[in-house]
Structure formats: structure tokens, C-alpha cells
């Protein structure tokens, strides 16, 4: 039995220790924003904030997060810059399957809190690690800019 | 698919003459009225021919609640096209609904009710425009005769509005809330009573909105699923949630073919959690979309089924995999380049081109390679099925669910009837969800365990490992050019294994509808041209990737077309627009193609007039003949498919130590009327992005039979940093020919272009694909 925190909730899960938080959030918890797409952290889609930290849920045991803030897609719409990020994901139309959005967002959210007002380069290297398959990446890129406060770059 | 060519010039009554002879702006309201003359049964092509056909009854596709929400029903698959948005838009815009008022209710599969779902081939939009603009111009008609019975006057003098029908004399409206109930209990007008609006009537339909290269122009109509999506509460497949599920996953034999000899599954049984192990009978080859058979762990969650899968002790039976436990694609790829150098089946020939090479004052010969690739959309293979007395519901994110449909059932041994097929979200799609397989195995175990969900979960190297793959090609092509560059011969032998050889014993030729994908309708104008089909034995389970066969040979022809130039001593563009030759319509029987997608190729021919307006239009766009300085140069590939036309210039830098910066991509686009230009941007981009892969990145190689990548580490696909940071997309406005796909035709011509790139930077001629690190010093 672990004990994790939630989106500011308590959760008791049945899980062993090594368990991938991903599959704690998708299975056991019921919250399924978090996605499951390579199992290596090499794509980005199970992105979770630990403490405010952009973290690949995937290769994540729940052991390593008892204690520790865990946030998840589901709560970005009532953190203020989450909300930009999620409000200029919509302006663009960045999302085409929407599959990869929900962890690009997450990633993109940590990014913009620890650097509020980052440039081109800081933008893709951050997101780098996140794939999108239908390749919306300068949409992507340019959504994050609009939630900065930039203008869209053309 | 095929069509003998006597019957295809019976339907020959120049429809297209008739199109053309009246103004152009009508053209689109006379397009959709033409599928009224013909009943589904007798259509040879178009959205008729499909199975299950069309349906435009109102009834099936638009339902209005008394409070005013209007709910359409979208029958094709979401895997990030946007069609849930632009089909909807389309019946929202001709139905006069608030679009605020408006949401998408997601068909079964049920053929029989909804028509063809098969969302494939680029077709959603151009097979399903017309009947969704009849559907929702019947339901407003009901609407306002609603309202005319309502208020005593004749259905002439009240009009829709947004949301409401008005009637001017009195000034009286009524919401279509109000008026829902009764319309309901109307008959559904005949068709010859309807009167699509007018462009100018319209607030969607053909209109730019959202971010236009770069710029954000103006609010875009808000997507159906866009909230959804950014907030998490999109359900895709594995999001299906419903009590007491299991979950499955699958150990499947590492060679197409390969059997269980033996399996220890002791150990697996011990991992927390695991409850069952399966064994799944595979069905041989050729595989079609069933299971590749193996051994299933059933558990409490996805992790526990994973843990348990890596816990099994499984003995391969690969004897029973015949040839392909020898397949490696290096000396596959040899044998090919081999084939290529003697004469294969003649697909089509005019002139002597053997002779005219043997005559010419220069020839030219190269021989291209594109390797094996996986689809690899983000959500893998995921489906949860749940067997109950005797009845079957799955829910699952499948590109074809008639076949989802009629697989269970076959397996499982039911009546169609006894089987539902829910459609979730893709997400993504690009052809590997057009085969249920994975639904298969969810069914397969679900046999198992009465009245319980199982919830069966492909991991990226199940994905990977065991995609329907990309086939490999090999294309080898000869040209004479005579004294003053001028092309004389033109000599093109294509070899890859058949996607046939998935459903039949292997034919070990390409079919029409492969050869139909670029090769043999080729549209440069040479004297001499011999185009051949060596054999290639498949080798693995292949099967469609996006745009398909369009890939290799757009990647060949587009490549070989830019070599001539160069040793012709020629600009690029003006050399290939003189292969093109003079405007024309080349219909396709004249090529040897009586496939064309499926399409009237009076209708649809290949139109050399819109080739050369997308090639100007985009060499225009990227300023072609500039001067681009040491180490950089613009690339040009240009390619018609899914009746569709698409032009791209890539401006690139190579620095001395071969790393590669794409500046900018300039693609112009000819679908013909544009439903939703929004999307077909985002199509646009995206497919240039997956073709940057295509050519840098993507590759699956075999060894003993045996995919050697299998995730994300070692099958490459683009990052943000290989997306060019400039993409423009530059639409052609052309509402006068009939409609072409959009999902697909994007791609073919990204590789061929950005390697055209290449050389003009440095010099270096790409014949095999992946780039990889072939630009190192």
C-alpha cells in the first residue's frame, strides 16, 4: 500500500513499490489524462509535474514519490499558467490526435514556470523530449510563445 | 478493386464536360447533386462504390433537442485529421446551427446505417461532403416547414437563420428547439427538394481561420474535441474505463509466422497480480487481421501484465516460419538491386524505350532505396472487449470498424448483430489502425472470461516489432536525354513485395492499386517510356502506411527527375515542367491505371495544368533561383496522389560537418473545393514533419527474421528540433474541380524534395533512405 498526493488529493493504492506512477495514475487511480506511449521515457506523453517538476511518470515508481506533489493534466485547468498554456493550445488548434498534448502541455507548463519568458532555442530544447507523431511541434512552439506573452511569431 | 477497362469506359459519360461547361461557381452545388442520379448499387465510383455505400437521410445524421442543442453524428475515425470537426462543420454550416450549440456524437460501427466508415484512402471528406450537405439542407427544410405548418403559410415564405426560422412578413421566429419535435414527425424531403446554399450563404465551408503560416488570422470555430484534448478528458482507446477490468497483454513470435513450441509460464503465474496465462493461436500466414498468435497474461493491471509477459519462458517454434526466419533486409535489399538489372512484367509501354536509350546522347541510371518503417502513432494498439451472454462489445480506436465488426464476429462465431463496435479517438492512425488485429486479441481473451472487460495493451516495442510494415523498395530508372537535354526514354522498374500477399498467397507483383500510387501514372511527357514490375517476395507481415506506395515511387521519380536535370545541365523546375509538357488531361486508362483511387477518372484525371500551378506556386513562394550562398540550396519534389496535387521547395544548410538545417518549407496544395482550410493546413504541416522522418530517420531493418528496433531509442521518427521552424503552405483556390483527399497526399513528395535539398547544398546525391549519417564528413 503506498500513499500518494494527487492533484492535492490523498490516495491509497494497492501497488507495489516498483510500479510506474504511470500506471498507478491510468489503473489504479483511475485518472487516465496521463498516456502511455514507449514505456522508456523517450516520448514524453506520461508527463506528470513532481513538485513542479516536469517527470516522466513512466519510468517513475511509486516508492520514489510517497511524499511528493504529484500533478497530473486533470489539474492544469485550475493552475493560472496552465490555463494560458491549455487557452493557446486551443487559439492555434495545435492539437491533431491530441494523443501526445496532454504530456507536450505538462511539459510546456513546467517550462513556462521555471522560465516565464523563454527564447526559440529554450522552447525546443525543452520540448524535445516530447514526441508528437502528426508533428504539430511549430504549433506547439508557437503556442507556447503566445502563453509567454509573446507575440506569434511569423 | 480492379476494374476491366470495357466496363470503366462504359461509365464514361463526360461528366466532367458537363462540370466544366457551367460557371464555375455553381460547380460545387452541381458536384453535390451528382451522386443523385445514382443509387449506391450502381455506382462504379466514389463514395457509391464502397461498400455500404453512402447516406444522406437526416435522420440517421442529425438529431435537435427541444432546449436547441444539435447533436450530428460524425461515422468516420478521429485519428487527428480533424474530420469529427470538419464533417460536423459541414452539416453545421448548411443546417444553419450556432456552433456554439453544437457537439458530435461519435457512430457505431453499423455499415448498414451509417454507410461506409472505412476512414482510409483520404476519402472522409470528398466521399461524405455532399450526402452531410444534403443530410443537414433536409433537416433545415423540415425545419422551416415546421415552422410554415406552425404559423399557416406556405414553406416558401419563412426562412432558417442561425438557429431560428423567420418568418419576414410577420416578423415571427421560432429557435430550432422549438421547432425540433414537430420537424421530427415530417417525412424526409425528397432530394430533388433540396437547395444547398449558396458560397455566400456560408460561414465555414471554404473559409480561412486559425493560424495561417504563422500568423493567427482569426478565431478558429472551436475544434469538437480541443478541450477535451488539452484537459485530459479525451477518451482514446486505452481510456475506456469500466468496472471489473482485466488487463492483457501479448508475447507474440518474434518471426512473422513463427509458433509457440513450448511455454513455461510458472514463474509468471507468481508476479503479483498476474491471473491468467493464455495461449493465443495464431492463423499463419497470410495473417490478414488476425492475432499473430502467442501467449496472453491476463492481470489486475497493465504493469502486473507486462512484469508477467517478461516472466514467461516461451520456446519459438521458427521452422514453422519457413523462409522468413532468414529474412534479413541488407541482403533483401541486395537481391532487389539485383532483380532490378534484368526486365521485369510491363505495366506499360509506349514508344521503344530500349531503343531510344540505346539512340540517346547521354544516359542516366540510379537506382533508390526506402526501407521498412512501423507507423508508430503515439497510442499504440489498444482495444478493451467484453463478452456477456452471448454478445459481444468492443471499444477500441480502429480506422475500419465494419472489419473490427466482422472480425470478432468470425472469431467469436456470432451473428454481426451480436457484436458492438464502439469508436473511440485514434490517436493517430496512419494506417496502422486500419487492421484490428489487436482487437482480435482483445476478443480472443476476452473468450476467456465471461462477462469481464479485458483492456489488451500493445507496448511501443510490441508497436514497433510487430507493425503491418512499410514494405521496402527498390526503384531503378534509366533516361536518354538527347543533345540539347531534352528527354528522349524514360525507363522505370519498380520492386516491392505486394501488401496483396497479407490476404492471399503472395503475388509477388504489386496490384493495380499499388502500381496506381505514382508509378504508372507517372505523368511526364516522353517519347519512349517503358515502366516494369520485377518480382519481390514479402517477407513479413506489410501493410499500408500513410500515402503507401506513393512513397517509393515519389521518392524515385522525384529524385531521378532532378538527376536528369542536372546532367542535363538544367535549372530543376524548368526542366521538370518541360517533362511535364503542355497542359492536359492524361486519363488514367490511357496509363494503364483502372484504379484511381476509386474515383470517375473523367472526374478525376490526371490534370497536368494543376501539377505545373502547385510546382510555380511553390517555387514561386520560396523564391526559387535565388542565390543561396556556399552550403545551402532549395529543393524541389512535386507528386499526385489521392487525387490531389502537392508541390514542396525545401531551403536547407549543410555545414562542413554535415549537419543538416532546414530553414524554411514551401508547399502549395490543389484539393480542388477546400471544406475546412484550417485543417488542410494542419495536414499540410504534419505530413511535412512525418516526411523529414521519413527521409532523415525512419528505418526498420530484419535480421533472421527479426525487427532490430523497438521503441523510440532505435526507430527514429522527428523531434521539435528536425521540424523546420518556417512552414508555409500556400493553398490553391480552385473550387471548380471535384474534391481530392487531403490526409495523405502531403507526404510523398517531403522525402524526394529534401534530399533534392540536399544536393543543391552540397553536391551529394541520397539513393537510400534513411539519410542517417550520410551527410558526415
Not at chain 2, 477500441?396 to 470478432?408: D, F, K, M
Not at chain 2, 536518354?480 to 500477399?501: E, F, Q, V
Not at chain 2, 473523367?602 to 500551378?613: G, H, S
Request: hydrophobic share 40%.
Amino acid at each position: 500500500m503506498v500513499t500518494l498526493t494527487i492533484n492535492g488529493s490523498e490516495h491509497e493504492l494497492d501497488v507495489p513499490d516498483n510500479m510506474p506512477l504511470l500506471w498507478a495514475l491510468r489503473d489504479v487511480a483511475g485518472l487516465k489524462g496521463t498516456k502511455f506511449g514507449c514505456g522508456i521515457a523517450e516520448c514524453g506523453a506520461c508527463t506528470v509535474h513532481l513538485d513542479g517538476e516536469a517527470t516522466r511518470s513512466c519510468v517513475t515508481p511509486v516508492s520514489a514519490v510517497q511524499g511528493r506533489q504529484v500533478t497530473t493534466i486533470e489539474a492544469m485547468a485550475d493552475d493560472a499558467v496552465g490555463q494560458r498554456v491549455q487557452q493557446a493550445w486551443l487559439d492555434l488548434g495545435v492539437a491533431q490526435c491530441g494523443y501526445c498534448q496532454g504530456g507536450q502541455i505538462m511539459n510546456a507548463t513546467a517550462l513556462l514556470k521555471r522560465t516565464p519568458r523563454p527564447d526559440t532555442r529554450e522552447i525546443v530544447d525543452a520540448m524535445a523530449g516530447n514526441l508528437c507523431r502528426c508533428g504539430t511541434y511549430n504549433r506547439i512552439l508557437a503556442a507556447i510563445e503566445r502563453a509567454a506573452g509573446k507575440e506569434v511569431s511569423s | 478493386m480492379s476494374r476491366s477497362a470495357d466496363t470503366l469506359l462504359l461509365a464514361n459519360v463526360s461528366r466532367r464536360g458537363l462540370l466544366k461547361g457551367l460557371a464555375g461557381g455553381s460547380a460545387l452545388l452541381l458536384a453535390a447533386r451528382w451522386d443523385l442520379g445514382l443509387a449506391n448499387e450502381q455506382a462504379q465510383f466514389g463514395a457509391g462504390a464502397m461498400p455500404g455505400g453512402w447516406v444522406d437521410n437526416p435522420n440517421v445524421f442529425i438529431h435537435i433537442d427541444s432546449d436547441g442543442l444539435v447533436t450530428i453524428v460524425n461515422n468516420r475515425a478521429e485519428m487527428g485529421q480533424g474530420i469529427r470537426t470538419s464533417l460536423v462543420m459541414v452539416a453545421a454550416d448548411e443546417l444553419g446551427a450556432d456552433w456554439d450549440q453544437v457537439r458530435a456524437e461519435q457512430a457505431n460501427a453499423d455499415q448498414d446505417r451509417y454507410g461506409n466508415q472505412n476512414t482510409d484512402g483520404s476519402r472522409s471528406m470528398r466521399h461524405w461532403y455532399q450526402p452531410m450537405r444534403r443530410a443537414a439542407a433536409a433537416a433545415r427544410l423540415m425545419l422551416e416547414q415546421a415552422a410554415a405548418n406552425r404559423w399557416d403559410v406556405p414553406v416558401h415564405e419563412v426562412r432558417a437563420g442561425i438557429h431560428k426560422v423567420v418568418h419576414s412578413a410577420s416578423g415571427r421566429e421560432l429557435g430550432f428547439g422549438e421547432l425540433a419535435e414537430s420537424a421530427r414527425e415530417l417525412d424526409v424531403p425528397g432530394r430533388d427538394a433540396l437547395v444547398l446554399k449558396s458560397d455566400s450563404e456560408l460561414r465555414f465551408i471554404g473559409k480561412e481561420s486559425g493560424l495561417i503560416n504563422g500568423e493567427l488570422k482569426s478565431a478558429y470555430p472551436k475544434a469538437i474535441d480541443g478541450e477535451d484534448i488539452v484537459t485530459g478528458r479525451a477518451v482514446f482507446g486505452a481510456d475506456v474505463d469500466l468496472e471489473d477490468t482485466l488487463y492483457a497483454v501479448v508475447a507474440r513470435p518474434p518471426v512473422y509466422g513463427a509458433k509457440v513450441k513450448s511455454v513455461d509460464d510458472s514463474e509468471a503465474l507468481n508476479v503479483t497480480g498476474v491471473r491468467k496465462v493464455i495461449p493465443i493461436e495464431g492463423t499463419g500466414q497470410p495473417a490478414a487481421f488476425n492475432p499473430l498468435g502467442g501467449v496472453a497474461v491476463v492481470a489486475s493491471n497493465t504493469w502486473a501484465a507486462m512484469e508477467g509477459r517478461r516472466a514467461l519462458k516461451i520456446e519459438w517454434d521458427r521452422a514453422a516460419a519457413g523462409d522468413n526466419a532468414d529474412y534479413t533486409s541488407d541482403a533483401y535489399r541486395e537481391s532487389l538491386e539485383k532483380a532490378a538489372q534484368s526486365p521485369g512484367k510491363v505495366i506499360r509501354q509506349s514508344g521503344d524505350a530500349e531503343a531510344a536509350l540505346e539512340a540517346a546522347d547521354r544516359r542516366v541510371s540510379a537506382t533508390y532505396y526506402m526501407p521498412h518503417m512501423a507507423q508508430a502513432p503515439m497510442e499504440p494498439p489498444v482495444a478493451v472487449v467484453r463478452i456477456r451472454d452471448g454478445k459481444a462489445e468492443a471499444w477500441a480506436p480502429v480506422q475500419n470498424p465494419r472489419a473490427t465488426r466482422e472480425g470478432i464476429a468470425g472469431l467469436l462465431e456470432m451473428d454481426l448483430e451480436d457484436v458492438t463496435v464502439h469508436q473511440t479517438l485514434l490517436g493517430g492512425g496512419f494506417g496502422r489502425k486500419s487492421k484490428p488485429d489487436f482487437v482480435m486479441e482483445a476478443a480472443r481473451v476476452a473468450r476467456e472470461f465471461e462477462g469481464q472487460p479485458i483492456k489488451l495493451q500493445w507496448s511501443r516495442e510490441d508497436d514497433i516489432q510487430h507493425a503491418y510494415f512499410h514494405a521496402v523498395s527498390v526503384d531503378h530508372l534509366e533516361a536518354g536525354l538527347d543533345a540539347d537535354g531534352k528527354a528522349t526514354s524514360w525507363r522505370h522498374r519498380t520492386l516491392s513485395p505486394s501488401i496483396a500477399s497479407l490476404f492471399a498467397p503472395d503475388p509477388r507483383h504489386k496490384g493495380e492499386f499499388e502500381l496506381g500510387m505514382g508509378f504508372n501514372t507517372m505523368p511526364f511527357s516522353i517519347p519512349a517510356i517503358r515502366l516494369e514490375n520485377p518480382p519481390a517476395p514479402a517477407h513479413v507481415r506489410i501493410g499500408w502506411f500513410r500515402s503507401v506506395y506513393n512513397l517509393p515511387h515519389a521518392w524515385a521519380i522525384q529524385s531521378f527527375a532532378h538527376e536528369m536535370a542536372v546532367a542535363a545541365g538544367k535549372d530543376h523546375r524548368d526542366f521538370v515542367l518541360d517533362l511535364l509538357g503542355p497542359d492536359r488531361e492524361v486519363h488514367n486508362l490511357t496509363v494503364g491505371d483502372g484504379w484511381n483511387y476509386g474515383e470517375d477518372p473523367e472526374l478525376y484525371p490526371i490534370d497536368v495544368a494543376r501539377m505545373r500551378r502547385v510546382i510555380e506556386r511553390a517555387t514561386e513562394e520560396a523564391g526559387w533561383g535565388r542565390e543561396t550562398g556556399k552550403g545551402r540550396g532549395l529543393g524541389l519534389a512535386f507528386h499526385h496522389s489521392f487525387v490531389s496535387y502537392t508541390a514542396i521547395v525545401f531551403d536547407v544548410e549543410v555545414s562542413e560537418a554535415g549537419e543538416l538545417t532546414i530553414h524554411r518549407a514551401d508547399i502549395a496544395f490543389d484539393c480542388g473545393p477546400q471544406a475546412n482550410p484550417e485543417r488542410i493546413r494542419s495536414q499540410m504541416e504534419g505530413s511535412c514533419v512525418m516526411g523529414i522522418g521519413i527521409a532523415l530517420q525512419s528505418e526498420v531493418t530484419f535480421e533472421d527474421g527479426v525487427a532490430q528496433q523497438d521503441n523510440f531509442d532505435s526507430y527514429l521518427i522527428p523531434r521539435m528540433p528536425n521540424a523546420p521552424r518556417v512552414v508555409r503552405v500556400h493553398l490553391i483556390d480552385n473550387p471548380n474541380d471535384a474534391m481530392g483527399g487531403v490526409g495523405e497526399p502531403g507526404l510523398p513528395p517531403v522525402a524526394p524534395a529534401l534530399c533534392n535539398a540536399i544536393f543543391a547544398a552540397t553536391g551529394k546525391r541520397i539513393r537510400r533512405l534513411p539519410v542517417g549519417d550520410q551527410l558526415a564528413s
